[in-house]
């Protein structure tokens, strides 16, 4: 038996991708574990930042600490609200800095359909894997969050930044011109951000997750409704587990949910 505070599946891009989850013992090598039965039960939950015994309201946060930490700002989901380039803060100018204040990049990545996203450049390709796309590469490569927000913004006139993670998780991705499509990005970047465009190499980066049987259906595993789960494991993929009877459970979106995993 494993017991976890859930934090989203550290990674390793191979082939296939690896996934570890953190648990109180140390690593758990997820891949392991497809194929067999395992039961998930629920026994409460711990804020990722005060580390109290507190309901989670978003992102592992308690609410408090969800309006109060850095981590949690606008501009996480939204970059182009960034401002550390201007040397303003907007709850902690120390921490915005590290974070704002370095390469980021702009990609196309195909899950369920082609998307535009924003990420830290040493975040590549672990964004593109936690999103569960099977194929990406990157447009632009600018010196801090704020720029890349500008292209990403742009690009959504174009292409949706959402993933519907249902398709996502039947794995059920549209065709794509990845040559019509990149060169239909290039001509919607703003002039100012085009001495920023990757020209060489463009690649197309492929990832291979480990998927024993994708869902037709699939149906979502809440652990305040359903405190005990038991399943075949027969995927992952993004941050989902993926079990037999076509249930899925989002580790990330659990973040602060205190679990025992056993193997039964």
Known sequence: MFQATLKKMQTENSQPINYFLDVESGYLHVNQLLGKMIQITHNG????NCGLDKSIFRQGFCQSCFFDSPATGDWIMRPELSKAHLGQEDRDLEYESKMQLQPHVVYLALSSHLKVGVTRKSQLPTRWIDQGAHQATVLLEVPNRYLAGIGEVALKNFFSDKTNWRKML?????????EEARNQALEGIPKDLKPYIIHEPNEIQDLEFPVLQYPEKVKSLNLVKTPLFEGKLMG??????????ATVFNVRSNEGQCVKLSII
Not at 45 to 48: I, V
Not at 236 to 245: N, R, S
């Open 45 to 48: 939950s711990q804020c990722l």
């Open 170 to 178: 039947q794995n059920d991705a549209e065709p794509i011109n990845w």
């Open 236 to 245: 992952i993929k993004g941050q989902y587990l993926i079990f037999e009877d």
